[in-house]
């Protein structure tokens, strides 16, 4: 499957995904962090999922899910640590959400989005 292969079903499970995770109050994640990503379409399309207070997107909808987008990681001391976890690589530090999120955007894979109906091994 690939990108071109997206699905109906697909965007709007994406979609649903997007709408609780816009939802959630301050105990499950800074909610100016999804509101920051969902601000970028290229994002928008990708399928978000939050952990330990941090949001991950990834280019599929099924586990396992894809680890080559990046994650803005908040830092103690405020700003975010921007990682790709697929290969560990920092892409950068920045002292706001939103330049974490311009970041993320300004490396995507090529070709990134929208998310699939499938696990990253289909991608």
């Given at each position: 499957m690939t990108n071109d292969e997206a699905s109906p079903a697909?965007?709007?499970?994406?979609?649903?995904?997007?709408?609780?995770?816009?939802?959630?109050?301050?105990?499950?994640?800074?909610p100016a962090v999804p509101r920051a990503a969902y601000g970028h379409p290229a994002l928008r399309?990708?399928?978000?999922?939050?952990?330990?207070g941090v949001l991950y997107l990834s280019r599929c909808i099924q586990f396992p899910w894809t680890?080559?987008?990046?994650?803005?990681?908040?830092?103690?001391?405020?700003?975010?640590?921007?990682?790709?976890?697929?290969?560990?690589t920092l892409l950068g530090v920045t002292e706001t959400v939103e330049e974490a999120y311009r970041l993320i955007v300004a490396h995507l894979p090529e070709g990134c989005g929208p998310a699939i109906d499938g696990t990253a091994n289909h991608l």
């Open positions: 697909a965007a709007e499970i994406v979609a649903t995904a997007w709408r609780t995770v816009l939802a959630y109050g301050p105990d499950r994640v800074d399309e990708l399928f978000p999922a939050v952990s330990h680890r080559d987008i990046g994650t803005a990681f908040p830092q103690v001391s405020g700003g975010y640590r921007v990682r790709r976890q697929s290969d560990n």
